[in-house]
């Protein structure tokens, strides 16, 4: 079965500084896709990023990119210059090829709580 | 452009009620999925519709859970009876047909509380 680990329950960064949060996956598919949201404490879910298996570079999204790792089947978000608005959960998810055919549903890991200090 | 509407945003209802969560998902998109959030078991897909039609409802927990979609701008959960046990924040998300990335957008979540 497919699945996402987050080992980091929380992290804490100096604002301006970067940060890495985790995501590892299991899959025995060779075409998927890896995707990272964040949730603020106001609860909405908002689509950070996106890597797909076949991508030759790493997705990037302003601050934001994504530090993909094939053969070791890693996914890491970094963060670069934080900012206390970055403060928030953060969720990486793969896109799930069902047995039998149809849409690629998403699962999502744990999450990692990140806090930005002044 | 606007993004998935959800309503209410909370809803506090005693044991027993009925519960109707509605969601009005991103224009064009022909994907709409229902997930629930708790601490205890983090995001879980409900079911999920493609053109109106529902196509996997695997993860609707019991009998008390209904989802219908009877166009492509509106979608309702629906829970009778409602139990605490059912307290959780429940989200909607839609997804174009056109997409590289599948990347599905979400609302801002209902926050069901169940006394």
């Not at chain 1, 970055?86 to 549903?105: I, L």
Request: glycine share 8%; aromatic share 12%.
């Amino acid at each position: 079965a497919q699945k996402i680990t987050q080992t980091q329950p929380g992290m804490f960064v100096q604002e301006k500084e970067a940060v890495t949060l985790d995501c590892t996956y299991d899959t025995s598919d060779q075409s998927y896709g890896l995707f990272w949201y964040k949730q603020p404490s106001s609860g909405e879910m908002i689509f950070l990023i996106y890597q797909g298996s076949y991508d030759e570079q790493n997705a990037t999204e302003g601050r934001y990119s994504l530090n993909f790792q094939k053969a070791r089947k890693s996914a890491n978000l970094v963060i670069s210059a934080s900012q206390l608005g970055d403060s928030a959960m953060y969720f990486c998810a793969m896109r799930e090829v069902p047995f039998s055919g149809g849409y690629n549903k998403l699962i999502f890991g744990a999450g990692t709580r990140l806090a930005v200090h002044p | 452009d606007a993004g998935v509407i959800q309503s209410p945003r909370h809803e506090v209802t005693e044991m027993g009620q009925e519960v109707t969560l509605r969601c009005k998902p991103i224009s064009g998109h022909d994907y709409l999925f229902w997930y629930r959030q708790t601490m205890m078991r983090g995001l879980e897909l409900l079911i999920y519709f493609n053109n109106n039609v529902p196509i996997d409802d695997s993860g609707m927990p019991e009998d008390r859970f209904s989802a219908k979609m009877p166009n492509a701008s509106f979608s309702t959960l629906k829970i009778q009876p409602s139990e605490p046990r059912d307290s959780a924040v429940y989200f909607c998300a839609s997804r174009g047909a056109v997409s590289r990335t599948d990347t599905q957008y979400f609302g801002p979540g209902t926050r069901l509380t169940v006394l």
